[in-house]
């Protein structure tokens, strides 16, 4: 099992104006771009990134394979912040399709998304409680990842005891 902090660009969906100027309008969240998933094992050292990978792109919901990058590994942080600078092309992506505008302004938010991720990271992350609250909201996710390991007698059951209750 895995935990730490995922970092996904998305594409922000227009929808028409409704109602008058003053009213709530509809934020959507859709398409996938980009994921960096810096991520450690629950049995490694908390900080060693062992299993941090990234996905360069969708198919779809569905992301490419893991790809895997030995500068992530060794410091996810800087690397995380490359990729958001150069709009996904340190790491030797093709880039991320963007609105210009977009496109100009993501990369003056490098620093915040680096600092939001490393309050995520792995090693924030000391006791199952502390990990169940920062993923509860996955936590049908992470339900369907537990139902397909390929050797499930290895999950420690009493760390997974959270996500695999029933809500």
Partial sequence: MEH????????LSQHPHRGSESASQLTTVDRPLWRADLFDRLADPPG???????HPHFTGNEPSARFWDTRLT??????????????GTAAGGAGWPLDPGDA???PGLAG??????QRLGPAECRSAAEC????????????????TLRVPEHLDQDRAALWLARC
């Fill in 4 to 11: 730490g902090a995922r970092i996904e660009i998305r594409e």
């Fill in 48 to 54: 060693s990134f062992a299993v941090a990978h990234y």
């Fill in 74 to 87: 060794a410091d996810p942080w800087t690397w995380l912040g490359d990729q958001i600078t150069s709009l």
């Fill in 104 to 106: 100009a302004e993501l």
């Fill in 112 to 117: 915040a998304v680096v600092a939001t991720a």
């Fill in 132 to 147: 169940f609250q920062l993923t509860r909201d996955v936590q049908d996710a992470v339900q369907l990842m537990i139902a």
